[in-house]
């Protein structure tokens, strides 16, 4: 079974540019979390998703942050303009909604630096 | 008060003993209870979940939930430096709600 594929591994840009991270679930789970993830911090949920509704974005910096999940498979997180904050670890998850739901699977995750 | 509180550590333990982990969390709705381990560098791995009170054993783990004390633990039985991780603690409030991690408690297992 083909896990999480998340792009890109790595990411540098300088502050006020904008960038895209693309989520490939794992097949057949209608549930798609975003976290960040600074260094030395548990996960922080930015968006979850069940099918291509949004569950909770509560966390989201709606100001800057972005995401989408077309057709309930693949999901892209934006941020534009970026700040040296934002410098972290975005993972992403999948899992099966019913009992299923919360047994996730991550991704690589993508790792960004603004500078 | 945070939803899903962990001591930050680190745990320090001797091969072959055992290694307590705890998390306690505010929301007594909560129905699903997850522990993840995280290497340095690498994402969460599901290792146990938990979802009635009592004990739930796999290998060399145990998961412990006490909902009325809104606490759950983990213990890991005979240590190995393999386990040096940290360990996230994770809840679900229901099936269509949010999962929601605590900070990780980075576990050591010295030779």
């Known amino acids: 079974e083909a896990g999480v594929a998340q792009s890109p591994r790595y990411k540098i840009i300088e502050k006020r540019q904008s960038v895209a991270f693309w989520c490939n679930p794992i097949s057949g789970h209608a549930t798609l979390y975003w976290y960040q993830q600074i260094l030395g911090q548990g996960p922080k949920l930015l968006i979850q998703f069940q099918n291509n509704g949004v569950v909770d974005d509560s966390q989201l910096p709606k100001d800057r942050f972005s995401a989408e999940r077309l057709k309930g498979v693949d999901s892209t997180l934006k941020i534009q303009p970026a700040k040296l904050e934002d410098s972290a670890v975005y993972l992403c998850?999948?899992?099966?909604?019913?009992?299923?739901?919360?047994?996730?699977?991550f991704g690589q995750g993508t790792r960004l630096t603004v500078v | 008060q945070k939803e899903v509180e962990q001591n930050s550590g680190p745990l320090s333990v001797p091969e072959g003993a055992i290694a307590s982990l705890n998390c306690t969390y505010s929301d007594r709705g909560s129905q699903s209870f997850f522990w993840y381990r995280q290497y340095s560098g690498k994402s969460p791995e599901l290792i146990m979940s938990?979802?009635?009170?009592g004990d739930k054993e796999d290998g060399r783990f145990t998961a412990q939930l006490n909902k009325a004390s809104q606490y759950v633990s983990l213990l890991i039985r005979d240590s190995q430096p393999s386990d040096s991780a940290t360990y996230l603690c994770?809840?679900?409030?229901?099936?269509?709600?949010?999962?929601?991690f605590g900070t990780g408690t980075r576990l050591q297992v010295t030779l």
């Open positions: 998850a999948s899992s099966l909604t019913g009992q299923g739901a919360g047994e996730a699977f």
């Open positions: 994770a809840l679900h409030t229901g099936t269509a709600s949010k999962l929601t």
């Open positions: 938990i979802y009635s009170n």
